[in-house]
């Protein structure tokens, strides 16, 4: 049983959740801003469509976590594997 005056920590709050991800979006919002400021050196033509990278990383961290959702399904083993 947990004690009950156990000091919280930061991430125990959840006011300090909400505010990492307040700052969290708008260091995004601000790197999607910053792709439109900065010259980029590109080398194929599809990486002058506004926000590239930004949707290639959406897009392949949400492929990955489907892709392991997947795999999960053959490879998960029962809780007492070991224990047989």
Same mark, same amino acid.
């Given at each position: ?11 125990? $709050?959840?006011?300090?959740?909400? $505010?990492?991800? &307040? ?32 949707? *290639? ?11 392991? $959702? ?7 083993? &029962?809780?007492?594997? *070991?224990?047989?």
């Amino acid at each position: 049983m947990a004690d009950q005056h156990e000091p919280r920590d930061f991430f125990d $709050k959840p006011e300090n959740i909400e $505010k990492m991800l &307040k700052v969290f979006y708008v260091i995004c919002g601000l790197l999607v801003v910053a792709d439109f400021i900065v010259h980029r050196h590109i080398y194929h033509d599809w990486e002058n469509i506004p926000a590239f990278y930004a949707i *290639y990383g959406f897009v392949g961290c949400s492929l990955l976590v489907f892709v392991a $959702k997947w795999m999960r399904t053959f490879l998960m083993r &029962k809780e007492d594997y *070991y224990d047989e």
